[in-house]
């Protein structure tokens, strides 16, 4: 069972408010990744870290920022939450880049 | 545009029988091709993954098949049970600029036991 946690696991909240979403992982991996997955819809890459204080923007737009100040904890901020934000978000780590292997279980997000 | 396309949107197989889920792709510059299992409710879960340097790869009951010249890769669970019901995603990796994975739209799959 991969050591990978996403919380909260459920969020309903009003437009405007400040979110973070936590990603955490105990296998020491150095790469991570946070993708969106619209329910039955693939996944889109929106932020990946390969290390401590490394951070880039996926394929897929996003106003959301994440910073990587620690290995083990990649968190997501939406600093203003609109309603086009509504979506589950997967964080993701593995050892070798641009291999995810182990995908928390996401953060089912809907901003009202 | 959709660089990644995976067929079929869902599929029912009866327990014992093989279930087979396509992808096909455009872009040459892929290099890694895994494919992804997603539970209801849970992530997806790294289940087998092949590159181009060969045509097939073999893990338990699953089994990518791939053909280069085609631009096409399929899983095929073999013995197919009722707790393989699940969703599965195709996914291929670019091995030029940020080499980051393109997804398919994914397979829901159910065994009826």
């Known amino acids: 069972e991969a050591d990978i946690y996403q919380t909260p696991r459920y969020l309903v909240i009003g437009t405007g408010k400040k979110i973070t979403l936590e990603c955490s992982q105990t296998?020491?991996?150095?790469?991570m990744y946070w993708y969106q997955q619209d329910p039955g819809m693939e996944l889109h890459l929106i932020h990946y870290?390969?290390?401590?204080?490394?951070?880039e923007k996926g394929d897929l737009s996003s106003e959301s920022t994440v910073s990587r100040i620690r290995t083990e904890h990649f968190p997501l901020t939406l600093e203003s939450a609109r309603p086009s934000h509504t979506s589950q978000y997967l964080c993701?780590?593995?050892?070798?880049?641009?291999?995810?292997?182990?995908f928390g279980d996401g953060t089912r997000l809907s901003i009202l | 545009q959709q660089q990644v396309k995976q067929s079929p949107q869902s599929l029912i197989v009866q327990k014992g029988g093989i279930s087979i889920i396509n992808c096909a792709y455009e872009?040459?510059?892929?290099?890694?091709f895994p494919w992804y299992q997603q539970f209801p409710g849970k992530g997806p879960a790294l289940l087998i993954a092949?590159?181009?340097?060969?045509s097939e790869k073999k893990e338990g009951r699953f089994t990518i098949s791939f053909n280069k010249s085609a631009k096409q890769f399929s899983l095929h669970i073999m013995d197919s049970q009722p707790g393989d019901s699940a969703t599965y995603f195709c996914?291929?990796?670019?091995?030029?600029?940020?080499?980051?994975?393109?997804f398919g739209s994914g397979t829901r799959l159910q065994v009826q036991p």
């Open positions: 872009n040459t510059a892929f290099d890694y």
């Open positions: 993701a780590s593995g050892q070798v880049e641009n291999q995810p292997q182990h």
């Open positions: 092949i590159r181009p340097d060969v």
């Open positions: 870290s390969y290390g401590v204080n490394s951070t």
């Open positions: 996914a291929a990796r670019q091995n030029t600029g940020r080499r980051a994975l393109t």
């Open positions: 296998m020491g991996h150095d790469k």
